[in-house]
């Protein structure tokens, strides 16, 4: 009985092993997101219907579906100046109840960043390339906007946000909004789960 009772200790001893092995091989890979973009994507997509704002004839509506490190945008934006160029944003606030479309707030911010072009080091989590018109006033949209989630409340959620179209081009320098000018159209992300 004593062999036994031995045999029994080695082998829970050897399991208990195993296991505190495995849980430090898998620690590295449970860590925390890198603080660019934290959390998780919860919604498989979204939609913005965007309506003019400030007395302009631009209307669209946009496709989102998270993918790699971010959230990719598609969609079509008409009634643009031909051949024009505009800043488009998300801003901070799913709100666009103002006639100006200023309800929606400032740019979606969530680290505090200042103002700057995406993809450098320093700009908002909703700052965006310019989109440009064509000769019939309408661009179309093919963005990805990275470091930010679709769903799931992490702080870099743009769900229920803004995503506001400017009268003119971002300058990508001039802070707070890079000197975009009036928010000629407004949509509400709204997520699909």
């Not at 998780?40 to 007395?55: C, I, P, R, Y």
């Not at 003119?168 to 320098?173: G, L, N, Q, V």
Request: charged content about 10%; hydrophobic content about 40%.
């Amino acid at each position: 009985m004593r062999p036994r009772h031995h045999l029994l200790v080695v082998a829970a001893a050897c399991a208990l092993a195993a296991c505190s092995t495995t849980g430090e091989k898998t620690a590295p890979t449970m860590s925390s997101p890198t603080p660019a973009s934290p959390g998780t994507s919860a919604a498989k997509s979204a939609a913005v219907n965007l309506a003019s704002a400030s007395g302009s004839l631009v209307s669209g509506k946009l496709s989102l579906v998270p993918m790699g490190d971010g959230v990719h945008i598609t969609g079509e934006i008409g009634g643009l100046g031909a051949g024009q160029t505009h800043a488009i944003h998300v801003h901070e606030k799913g709100d666009c109840s103002a006639a100006d479309a200023s309800s929606a707030g400032g740019h979606f911010n969530p680290a505090g960043s200042a103002h700057g072009r995406a993809g450098t080091a320093v700009h908002h989590a909703g700052d965006m390339d310019n989109i440009v018109a064509n000769a019939q006033g309408l661009a179309k949209i093919n963005i990805h906007l990275t470091g930010v989630t679709l769903g799931g409340g992490a702080a870099n959620d743009i769900a229920g946000r803004a995503v506001i179209v400017h009268a003119a081009p971002d300058d990508y320098r001039s802070q707070p909004s890079g000197n975009a000018g009036a928010r000629v159209a407004c949509g509400i992300i709204t997520p699909k789960m």
